[in-house]
Nanobody, 114 residues
Framework: QVHVVESGGGFVQPGASLSLSCKIP????????MAWFRQIPGKQRELVAT???????TYGAFVDDRFDIFRDNNKKTLTLRMNTLRAEDTGLYFC????????WGQGTQVTVSS
């Protein structure tokens, strides 16, 4: 069974930065487009960022050039560096393949508040 554990969330003030990390121990990690998702309270889970096997990235429109997604194919890890955080970024953040092909982890909570 694949166990995904996200980490790096926390309670921060608006304008602060956080780096989220996860490891997805699937055999074909290096051949799979990966993603970070988030679920804002009361809303559906949404796509935050994706990264292709070669490093090409996409971001949700709300990111506004504030976030960066990285992958390490050797370590099978994903990182989401989030800068200039806003209160509306508060939510539970998950990593997965872009098509959510592995079981969801518990997510890591990001709370942005004064």
């Amino acid at each position: 069974q694949v166990h995904v554990v996200e980490s790096g969330g926390g309670f921060v003030q608006p304008g602060a930065s956080l780096s989220l990390s996860c490891k997805i121990p699937i055999t074909d990690f290096d051949l799979t487009r990966m993603a970070w998702f988030r679920q804002i309270p009361g809303k559906q889970r949404e796509l935050v960022a994706t990264i292709a096997t070669g490093g090409q990235t996409t971001y949700g429109a709300f990111v506004d050039d504030r976030f960066d997604i990285f992958r390490d194919n050797n370590k099978k890890t994903l990182t989401l560096r989030m800068n200039t955080l806003r209160a509306e970024d508060t939510g539970l953040y998950f990593c997965n393949t872009v098509d959510a092909s592995v079981p969801w982890g518990q997510g890591t909570q990001v709370t942005v508040s004064s």
